[in-house]
């Protein structure tokens, strides 16, 4: 059974527009969550994370909101670029170590 | 700063044959990990060790070996390929709680 689902295969925003991507998960022992990037041929690289003990980070144009309650976190880019289209994963840390990821999310910014 | 080099970039087998995979990282980091990525799947862990010496199971073990001999390399090995093991490979590393950094991947087709 998945613990951490990205229920979006893709989306597809205009260029200047806002982009949210979804992560819902299981497991409410999860206390740090990770968003990371990945373009083609390439390995994903860190994008913003949070902690549980907060219930919102910035850093310039991407948020991400964390509903505890829920079991779901979001990450927002606004505004959207077309050097933002990517796969995006959530990746919740599991103990110490383990980082559980997504199935993605492919965003795409259309020009 | 190499961060973690991963080789081959591509390969190709016949269903039997052995490889070892090779991942390196220059930054001390503790934890190392091997990734598969496949088609609407995400990244799901293969094997992960914490130390030199030590090694465990992740989600999807079956048909890979690992090592940890020094801190700076972890090796997959495919013991009998096959078809099923076609796949993208990422290894990754990071230090406690940290974000994991990331190589570029291989990129391995079983025929």
């Known amino acids: 059974d998945q613990q951490v689902k990205q229920n979006s295969p893709s989306l597809s925003v205009q260029e200047g527009r806002i982009s949210i991507l979804n992560c819902d998960y299981t497991?409410?022992?999860?206390?740090?969550f990770l968003w990371y990037k990945k373009y083609p041929a390439e390995g994903p690289t860190f994008l913003i994370s949070?902690?549980?003990?907060?219930d919102k980070n910035e850093d310039g144009r991407f948020t991400v909101f964390l509903n505890k309650s829920a079991k779901h976190l979001s990450l927002h880019i606004v505004p959207s670029q077309p050097g933002d289209s990517a796969v995006y994963f959530c990746?919740?840390?599991?103990?110490?170590?383990?980082?559980?990821f997504g199935t993605g999310t492919r965003l795409k910014v259309l020009a | 700063n190499a961060g973690v080099t991963q080789t081959p970039k591509f390969q190709v087998l016949k269903t039997g044959q052995s490889m070892t995979l090779q991942c390196a990282q220059d930054?001390?980091?503790?934890?190392m990990s091997w990734y598969r990525q496949d088609p609407g799947m995400g990244l799901r862990l293969i094997h992960y060790?914490?130390?030199?010496?030590?090694?465990d199971q992740g989600e999807v073990p079956n048909g890979y070996n690992v090592s940890r001999s020094t801190t700076e390399d972890f090796p997959l090995r495919l013991l009998s390929a096959a078809p099923s093991q076609t796949s993208v490979y990422f290894c990754?590393?990071?230090?406690?709680?940290?974000?994991?950094?990331f190589g570029d991947g291989t990129r391995l087709s079983i025929l």
């Open positions: 990754a590393s990071s230090s406690p709680g940290q974000p994991q950094h």
């Open positions: 497991n409410s022992m999860f206390d740090y």
């Open positions: 949070i902690s549980s003990i907060k």
């Open positions: 990746a919740p840390l599991s103990g110490t170590y383990k980082y559980i």
């Open positions: 930054m001390n980091h503790e934890y």
């Open positions: 060790s914490v130390g030199a010496g030590i090694t």
